[in-house]
């Protein structure tokens, strides 16, 4: 066997055992868990969720549309750079 061949085998076995030793570490951690015991859980946790609440009136702003380069305005005061259409 050539010298080159045998460095790509030897490369590619420990890549494959690298490989394999990540998996086995990976499969291995449980460190996600909050109960610190190990095994699975009857029932997955439920979020409670809260509606945003306002204290305040909204307040209305007037915005102007400007048009660059002679282009047309777009509502919302968004403009598109160089007066063009856009699209592909």
């Known amino acids: 066997m050539d010298t080159r061949t045998r460095w790509i085998v030897g490369i590619l076995i420990a890549l494959v055992i ?3 030793v990540a998996l086995i570490i990976v499969a291995a951690d449980d460190s996600g868990d909050d109960s610190g015991s190990t095994g699975t859980t009857s029932s997955p946790r439920t979020a409670t969720l809260t509606e945003p609440t306002t204290t305040r009136e909204p307040t209305t702003t007037s915005s102007t549309t400007t048009t660059p380069n002679g282009g047309s305005g777009v509502p919302g ?3 598109t750079p160089g007066g063009g259409s856009g699209g592909l």
């Open 18 to 20: 690298g490989l394999g």
């Open 77 to 79: 005061g968004t403009t």
